[in-house]
């Protein structure tokens, strides 16, 4: 339990029941391999402050409901609606959520020719897709390992092992 190993994984939303449960709002969607470690991080006035996990459940594909044991009501939790939620950085879920969070990417076909930019990710399971944009028109594209032949994190962008007439009719 490192602070200086943890990452930005998203936020507290609210609060949930009168025992100090926290609504946590991720950055990235959930995956099949999701888990948190015992100790998490909530950045409050500047700074991380660890937390031990009693318990948590997950609510929807980007949230849970965690118990810390050291938040026991609601006025105590109230303190850190807002606060940034921290996990360590080499959680192997986060590495792959992470690979996935591409809003504002600019897509391209097999041929590297730009499709539009990807605005939105609709989180299906076991079949992904993206919308994307451009001047013309918005479209889906599937997005999945058969589809994806590269993410370039660095320069924004992906590449697809389809030509563009394979994608939109």
């Known amino acids: ?12 939303k609210k609060t949930h029941g009168t ?20 100790w998490v991080f909530l950045k409050h006035e500047g ?6 996990i009693e318990h948590y459940k997950i609510i929807d594909h980007q949230s849970l ?7 026991n009501n609601i006025d105590d939790a109230k303190k850190f609606i807002d606060s940034e939620f921290f996990v360590e950085k080499t959680l192997k879920w986060l590495k792959k959520a992470e690979k996935r969070n591409v809003v504002g990417f600019s897509i391209f076909d097999n041929h590297h ?8 990710i609709i989180p299906i399971k076991n079949n992904p ?3 994307v944009e451009n001047e013309k028109q918005k479209f889906l594209v599937p997005f999945n390992d058969q589809i994806i032949s590269d993410i370039d994190h660095k320069n924004r962008q ?4 389809l030509s563009k007439n394979e994608l939109i009719a």
Not at 5 to 10: I, P, V, Y
Not at 158 to 161: P, R, S, Y
């Open 65 to 71: 409901i965690i118990e810390f044991s050291q938040i």
């Open 158 to 161: 992906v590449f697809l092992k």
């Open 19 to 38: 025992k100090g449960e926290l609504v946590i709002t991720l950055d990235y969607f959930i995956t099949d391999d999701f888990y948190l470690e015992k």
């Open 113 to 120: 020719h730009l499709l539009g930019i990807i605005t939105e």
């Open 47 to 52: 700074m991380l402050i660890p937390f031990s």
């Open 1 to 12: 339990m490192i602070c200086f190993n943890s990452k930005k994984a998203g936020y507290v």
């Open 129 to 131: 897709i993206v919308q």
